[in-house]
């Protein structure tokens, strides 16, 4: 398995970009792009006896993508947003902003957001994606993720400055993705002053958490290499601009970012024990990617017990097997969690933040 490495900021212009769907791109540079939906279109799924709309199960909304691998258990993706929410293009016009707002039930759902599409299995799509951004609804302009997982679950809240097409200010939307897990968060721009002005990437501080979705995807059976390996799809991330009930929806996405922090031995275990029982980083097979970041316990995200840290190691030796040869290392590594399981340490992670989303027993 390869791994694709993007740098931080994606330019608009790069060929690393997929289009799927009924739109049009215009503008395309390094830093902006505008993208138009063409006819009806949505992304959005319902159960059977769901009102108004029953058993739906709608993928036409254009989508501005990036190939990113199933392997890539940590990422962050983000971009700046605004959305036309006038109707579609009329007879003599160029540009959504030269048009006069339509009658509500047309403009309402148009939507600009930051997309992601979790991969398929053979000759099948996933069923779990998300999007995240700014939609008309109600006459007014909000901030809101829907997550499919696999019916659409939509939480929304008025966006505080108008971000549509023409406007001052813009919607940051970021998603971070941690081994099974997303979250999504935003920020606002400053005022910009001039049409051309684009926004500065927004600090860490002025990032507000709107969506924390677990168990996204579920991780896969811990069992042999082989099989890890087959379990790797593509994952899509980029954006989408969709309308359900317009005839056209114009979006612009200025300085799109990806940044990956994974490693690409998502099917080795980072933890295991000495001869003694004591915990040690296992390093193996990381020497072609000399960037990646090896796990600190100390910066464990979970919740840590110390009780279970601390027996960890007795439960580990317990399994009575040795790390000193290369060839036995990841089978002592299976007996390892095996044993700690055994000894009632099921959160795997408070023990071991060394493992990858993929590596869950």
Aim: hydrophobic share 35%.
């Amino acid at each position: 398995m390869s791994i694709i490495n993007y740098p931080a900021q994606v330019d608009f212009d790069s060929e690393k970009w997929s289009l799927l769907g009924a739109a049009e791109l215009r503008d395309a540079s390094a830093d902006l792009i505008n993208l138009t939906a063409k006819g009806s279109s949505d992304w959005w799924r319902t159960p059977k006896g769901s009102q108004p709309l029953d058993n739906v199960n709608a993928r036409t909304g254009p989508t501005l993508t990036l190939a990113v691998d199933d392997g890539e258990a940590n990422w962050t993706a983000g971009v700046w947003m605004q959305c036309g929410m006038d109707e579609s293009m009329g007879k003599g016009a160029t540009d959504e902003r030269q048009l006069k707002p339509a009658p509500r039930r047309l403009a309402r759902f148009k939507q600009a957001a930051l997309f992601v599409h979790a991969g398929e299995t053979i000759g099948e799509p996933s069923t779990s994606w998300t999007k995240a951004g700014v939609e008309f609804d109600e006459g007014r302009e909000n901030v809101g993720c829907v997550v499919a997982n696999p019916y659409s679950d939509w939480s929304t809240a008025p966006s505080k400055p108008s971000v549509g097409l023409s406007k001052q200010n813009w919607l940051y939307v970021q998603v971070t993705r941690h081994g099974p897990d997303l979250s999504v968060s935003i920020a606002y721009s400053e005022a910009v002053q001039q049409a051309s002005e684009l926004p500065l990437r927004p600090q860490a501080s002025e990032l507000v958490q709107i969506r924390e979705i677990r168990g996204f995807v579920q991780p896969a059976t811990f069992q042999d290499e082989a099989s890890c390996e087959a379990s790797g799809q593509k994952w899509r991330v980029g954006v989408m601009t969709c309308g359900p009930l317009s005839q056209a929806t114009q979006s612009t996405f200025a300085k799109f970012s990806f940044e990956s922090s994974s490693s690409s031995t998502r099917c080795d275990v980072r933890l295991a024990c000495d001869d003694n029982g004591d915990q040690e980083r296992i390093e193996d097979r990381t020497e072609e990617h000399s960037d990646v970041t090896q796990p600190n316990l100390s910066e464990c995200p979970y919740p840590r017990s110390e009780a279970m840290v601390n027996a960890a190691p007795s439960a580990i030796a317990a399994s009575g097997q040795s790390a000193s040869s290369g060839a036995s290392k990841r089978h002592h590594r299976l007996k390892a969690f095996n044993a700690a399981k055994l000894a009632g340490l099921h959160n795997l992670p408070t023990m071991a933040c060394g493992l990858n989303h993929k590596d869950y027993m």
